[in-house]
């Protein structure tokens, strides 16, 4: 199972300068109150959290049930965010038995640019044709558009970049 690298640094030092930001106290004279930031949604609706969620279990339910294609559709632009063409994404599932996945609590949107990011985190379990098991960490980055005149695809959620990690 392979993924494409997701680099998150920028979003984690957003979030620690708005968390230092924020805990700054007050002079006496002047109340500063930080400016919002347009861009950081503090906790998705929860309609919204579980739309990605379902996403990522479609996504390996369709590859449970070897519908590769399928699974590949639900990478963003039409499947080639995974870092792969159709076939070789189908061939990196070959040896594939069975696969499941165990959601975790959806992390906190962000926004930019007309759209809309959240990061799922997942715990992956396969077993190969050959009896081995494999399990894997991680975090899927879900994007969807939210801009006035998106096609109901654009709306809908998809996989926007993948960071996993097999567990020894």
């Not at 640019?113 to 992956?124: F, L, N």
Request: proline share 7%.
């Amino acid at each position: 199972m392979r993924t494409s690298s997701n680099n998150t640094s920028w979003l984690t030092v957003t979030l620690i300068l708005l968390g230092f930001a924020g805990c700054q106290p007050a002079s006496q004279e002047t109340q500063v109150t930080p400016a919002p930031t347009p861009t950081s949604v503090p906790s998705p609706p929860p309609d919204e959290a579980a739309a990605a969620a379902d996403t990522v279990r479609s996504y390996y339910r369709a590859i449970g049930e070897r519908r590769y294609r399928d699974a590949y559709q639900l990478w963003a632009r039409d499947g080639s965010a995974s870092g792969k063409s159709f076939e070789e994404f189908r061939s990196g599932f070959s040896e594939t038995e069975s696969v499941e996945v165990s959601v975790g609590t959806p992390g906190p949107m962000e926004g930019a640019a007309g759209s809309r990011y959240i990061d799922v985190p997942v715990r992956v379990s396969a077993r190969l044709r050959s009896g081995m098991a494999q399990e894997f960490s991680g975090t899927y980055t879900m994007r969807r558009s939210v801009v006035d005149g998106a096609t109901p695809a654009q709306l809908a959620w998809h996989i926007e970049s993948a960071n996993l990690r097999m567990v020894k």
